[in-house]
């Protein structure tokens, strides 16, 4: 079978996209290997009508009524290569060629996160990236920020909004003097002591022997997009700071005709509510490109 659209990813973004083309009575196939960025999370924010869910119920029902619709099929599985064959394009999951006259990458992005102690088990619960997903459950308690690169200095500008804020330098980098102004007219505290580990809820022990407790902490993990397929198939990528995303136009088309790309694989940052509107997007330009072509 040669299906009109084949979505790459089924979570927020994936899911988003399929849509439009189910509704278009488009045949479509979902990959996914089920493996959702947020899945450490317990609890998902500013999604209108889903405020406060748990991100794996969001995607459950969502899954739920895509698959309603009776064009669309669905494989649990990873995605391993894509490429352009004729006028479409062939994706390989686990040795199995799946034909695709439109392509949708939905794939998300993997988490790099420092390596310092403590840190991974608490990723999603104290430990998070998004002040606007994560911020105000603290409710204005204290908020640490720990560095990896001069990009930090945003989340240190921006999170006194949510809390009394302390920027845990950890040797990452040493801020100017303008920069120190700046942090200085937030009311951001700077702290130079390395950082030991992170124990109990979201308490930073420090090198020279203090403990700092904190409400909740923040960091910028290195994203890496989560598979490999968009470069395989030669699409311009852009880098950002926390890492490398797709290139896309205004309609969510990436560098290569008829490959689309939404969500988090497709933005320097994102959320659930950002996913679900690039995937809407993609999923009606994927429409127009079945239609008339390349635009």
């Not at 669309?72 to 199995?96: L, M, N, P, Q």
């Not at 998300?108 to 998070?128: A, N, T």
């Not at 809820?201 to 203090?210: E, S, Y």
Request: glycine letters at 14%.
């Amino acid at each position: 079978m040669t299906y009109d659209a084949i979505i790459v990813g089924g979570s927020y973004a994936g899911l988003s996209a399929g849509l439009p083309l189910a509704r278009a009575r488009r045949r479509v196939l979902v990959i996914d290997e089920g493996i959702r960025r947020n899945r450490f999370a317990e609890h998902s924010h500013g999604f209108l009508t889903q405020d406060g869910e748990k991100p794996g119920a969001i995607a459950g029902k969502a899954r739920a009524q895509l698959m309603a619709y009776p064009t669309v099929d669905w494989i649990d599985g990873r995605a391993d290569k894509a490429r352009k064959e004729g006028e479409g394009f062939i994706v390989s999951v686990e040795g199995k060629d799946m034909a695709g006259k439109a392509l949708v990458l939905a794939t998300g992005v993997k988490d790099h996160l420092p390596k310092i102690p403590g840190l991974q088990e608490r990723w999603g619960r104290s430990v998070f990236h998004c002040p606007y997903c994560h911020g105000y459950e603290l409710n204005q308690g204290a908020v640490g920020v720990i560095a990896v690169s001069p990009a930090s200095l945003h989340h240190g500008l921006m999170l006194p909004d949510w809390g009394p804020t302390t920027l845990l330098l950890n040797g990452a980098f040493q801020p100017d003097g303008e920069a120190r102004g700046e942090l200085s007219r937030r009311g951001t505290r700077i702290e130079e002591s390395p950082i030991h580990s992170i124990g109990g809820h979201a308490d930073v022990h420090l090198q020279d022997g203090r403990t700092l407790s904190f409400a909740g902490l923040f960091t910028m993990p290195r994203t890496e997009i989560g598979s490999p397929i968009a470069e395989e198939l030669g699409c311009a990528l852009e880098d950002g700071p926390m890492g490398p995303f797709i290139r896309t136009d205004e309609t969510k088309q990436t560098s290569i005709a008829g490959v689309f790309a939404c969500g988090d694989a497709a933005r320097a940052a994102g959320s659930v509510a950002l996913a679900v509107g690039d995937g809407a997007m993609a999923g009606t330009a994927a429409h127009r490109f079945l239609m008339f072509g390349a635009f």
